[in-house]
């Protein structure tokens, strides 16, 4: 899928506290072991939509979720663009088991449409061991107009959706929870460079306030993330290109 080459996980412990998705743990058969300036989000976003397509699709990502040294899940970034539109889709899939029962089940679907560099929608859907979870977002000329599971009413239109794909939500002063609509407020850090989840240098920022969140970027790409939710560390170790264009063959994606 995407043109840069990927690399070959590590096995280094995660860290830290987010607001996303809850752990699992039992990789699907497509879960190999892979071997594998900050600016403002309307420049990022404008730029993707005049370089076209290929651009876009450069953002597009995959990782394994890892949990304990075991791989549990995926996320899934495809970017995008097309007539002026970036249209951004997320699936995440995770599985806990205690021998052979699942324990935990996590299923996220999630399409962001932006353009001229502006966030215009989000429509997601979770499913949470069973509790379902739904979001619509809606821009408007003064606020987004936000229906979730969690939280209704309006958000201010610098609120970033926290779907970790966009570098610009380092700087963002409010993440919008693309679960449920929750509105998280965090600070971002530039720790500079440092090792990723899947051991190779990247830029690495960390979010800090009511979450806690480790994200690394290659210029404007995402390439891993590390957090702690409910007392559980997850580490996303970036998958290789073949086991990227396999997941986003097996999942639909529209550009596999």
Known sequence: MGSAPRRSPSRKAPSRTSPGPPPSADPDRHLARNQHMKIPATIFLTALSTAG???????SAAFNIVRKGDMIGYHAVEVTE????????????????????????????????WRDGALQSIE?????????????????????????SSYQGEAPLNAIPGSY??????????????QNGSLVPVKGADLGQSKTPAGED???????GSVDLDLWYEGQKWVGAEFTIKGE????????DTAQE???????????
């Open 82 to 113: 097309e007539g002026g539109i970036t249209r951004t889709e997320t699936r995440i899939r995770m599985r806990v088991k205690f021998g052979p029962v699942v324990v935990f089940r996590y299923d996220l679907a999630s399409i962001e449409h």
């Open 165 to 178: 794909w966009n570098k610009e939500i380092v700087d963002a002063p409010v993440l919008l929870n693309t």
């Open 246 to 256: 396999t997941l986003f063959s097996e999942i639909g994606f529209a550009g596999s």
């Open 233 to 240: 560390d997850l580490a996303y170790q970036e998958m290789d």
């Open 202 to 208: 990247a830029e690495h920022y960390r979010l800090s």
């Open 124 to 148: 997601s859907s979770t499913d949470r061991n069973g509790r379902k979870m739904n979001l619509t977002v809606q821009r408007t000329a003064n606020a987004f107009v936000v229906n979730g």
């Open 53 to 59: 397509p290929a651009s876009a699709s450069e953002l």
